[in-house]
Nanobody
Framework: QVQLVESGGALVQPGGSLRLSCAAS????????MGWYRQAPGKQREEVAT???????KYADSLKGRFIISRDNAKNTVYLQMNSLQPEDTAVYYC????????????WGQGTQVTVSS
């Protein structure tokens, strides 16, 4: 079965940094576009960043260069480095594996909580 497991969420002060990890199993990881999404209370889930099988990256405009997505195919893991965190970054962050290029469903992790507060 397919499993995506996020980790790294924490309580952090404004201006701080975190690195989220998502470990995937049950898929041929190198073939999937991977992504990070987030959902704050009372708001819709939004795309944060994606990285294709070839390493092409896409970011939400609102991030203003503060976040970096990366992947390590040898470890079946995708990362999200988050810098200069602000209270508006507070959300549950979800890992996504997009199967559209390989004819499989999309897969989601359970999420990890990021709270930015002083």
């Amino acid at each position: 079965q397919v499993q995506l497991v996020e980790s790294g969420g924490a309580l952090v002060q404004p201006g701080g940094s975190l690195r989220l990890s998502c470990a995937a199993s049950g898929i041929i990881f190198r073939l999937y576009t991977m992504g990070w999404y987030r959902q704050a209370p009372g708001k819709q889930r939004e795309e944060v960043a994606t990285i294709s099988r070839f390493g092409s990256r896409k970011y939400a405009d609102s991030l203003k260069g503060r976040f970096i997505i990366s992947r390590d195919n040898a470890k079946n893991t995708v990362y999200l480095q988050m810098n200069s965190l602000q209270p508006e970054d507070t959300a549950v962050y979800y890992c996504n594996a997009d199967g559209s290029q390989v004819g499989t469903p999309a897969y989601w992790g359970q999420g990890t909580q990021v709270t930015v507060s002083s």
